[in-house]
């Protein structure tokens, strides 16, 4: 199986910038696409970005061009960059992996989120 835990998160200004971070450990070999999704209060959790194995990256039109998603799969952490931050990018953000069935039981993981709070 696979534990994420995800870090980063803070209060900052908007315009500032925030770097979340997240380790995966367990069985390495679960893990395909990894990404990050975020859900603000009263709101469902949507799709923030996700990235490959590969490294081929996908964004929400909403943080096209101010959040870049990255993963080092040799030290199995996932990052997101978070630049020109708005208010309503706040929200708790989690990081989630697929599994894959072939060598794990389960086919998501996700961590226990970090809020991240953008001050206007």
């Known amino acids: 199986q696979v534990q994420l835990v995800d870090s980063g998160g803070g209060l900052v200004q908007a315009g500032g910038s925030l770097r979340l971070s997240c380790a995966a450990s367990?069985?390495?070999?679960?893990?395909?696409?990894m990404g990050w999704y975020r859900q603000a209060p009263g709101k469902k959790r949507e799709l923030v970005a996700t990235?490959?194995?590969?490294?081929?990256?996908n964004y929400a039109e909403s943080v096209k061009g101010r959040f870049t998603i990255s993963r080092d799969n040799s030290k199995n952490t996932l990052s997101l960059q978070m630049n020109s931050l708005k208010a309503e990018d706040t929200a708790v953000y989690y990081c989630?992996?697929?599994?894959?069935?072939?060598?794990?039981?389960?086919?998501?993981?996700w961590g226990q989120g970090t809020q991240v709070t953008v001050s206007s």
């Open positions: 367990g069985n390495r070999r679960c893990i395909v696409d």
């Open positions: 989630y992996a697929d599994g894959d069935l072939r060598y794990c039981s389960e086919d998501e993981f």
């Open positions: 990235i490959s194995n590969s490294g081929r990256a």
